[in-house]
């Protein structure tokens, strides 16, 4: 069975760093993409990137200058760090698997609030 | 970047009723349009990819139509479960976009 799980820190201060770890289950890492996509209030849904199975990676140009995608697939985990925030990053950030078709699979995502 | 819009943002119907959602493209996506359902607290499912492909599961009152720019979900006949948002994304070209989503109640 396919499951994503999203975690973070809930709460991050503007200009500081989001670290979020999607944990997978039911699949490889080095068989499937990984997406990162976010829900914000004011853009709505938002492709941020992914990593591909062989590790490589393309972001949204977007996101580019402070977006960084990666993987441990020992541990079967995605992660996405994401520098300078601001509070219109504030959303909920979900990782989405790309199998049949890009975003077969989601995560149920995690809220994230940038604020001092 | 490729514009999705979405309409209506809020549909109303009641349960038996065939209901439309549409997304219209800003340029061609030939057929690389995906329909998910999103439900409150849940991670959104894939229900259509490629314009009019039922994902494994999905049943099959929900159906996708469309090419090029102009795209339609149809439900052929509303089920309480089948409240929820829903939204388009196109994959023909990066950067992948979406629609805003049309949030379905109950009538």
């Known amino acids: 069975q396919v499951q994503l799980k999203e975690t973070g820190p809930g709460l991050v201060q503007p200009t500081q760093t989001l670290s979020i770890t999607c944990t997978v289950s039911?699949?490889?890492?080095?068989?499937?993409?990984m997406q990162w996509v976010r829900q914000t209030p004011g853009k709505g849904l938002e492709w941020m990137g992914f990593?591909?199975?062989?590790?490589?990676?393309e972001y949204n140009s977007e996101f580019k200058s402070r977006l960084s995608i990666s993987r441990d697939t020992s541990k079967n985990q995605v992660f996405l760090k994401m520098n300078s925030l601001k509070t219109e990053d504030t959303g909920v950030y979900y990782c989405?698997?790309?199998?049949?078709?890009?975003?077969?699979?989601w995560g149920q995502g995690v809220m994230v609030t940038v604020s001092s | 970047d490729i514009q999705m819009t979405q309409s209506p943002s809020f549909l109303s119907a009641s349960v038996g009723d065939r209901v439309t959602i549409n997304c219209k493209a800003s340029?061609?996506?030939?057929?690389?349009l995906n329909w998910y359902q999103q439900k409150l607290g849940e991670a959104p499912k894939l229900l259509i990819y490629?314009?009019?492909s039922l994902q494994t599961g999905i049943p099959s009152r929900f159906s996708g139509s469309g090419s090029g720019t102009d795209f339609t979900l149809t439900i052929s006949s509303l089920q309480p479960e089948d409240v929820a948002t829903y939204f388009c994304l196109q994959h023909n070209s990066w950067p992948w976009t979406f629609g805003g989503g049309t949030k379905l109640e109950l009538k």
């Open positions: 990593i591909r199975s062989g590790g490589s990676t």
């Open positions: 039911g699949f490889s890492l080095t068989s499937y993409y």
């Open positions: 490629n314009a009019n």
């Open positions: 340029q061609n996506i030939n057929r690389y």
């Open positions: 989405a698997r790309a199998g049949i078709t890009p975003f077969d699979y």
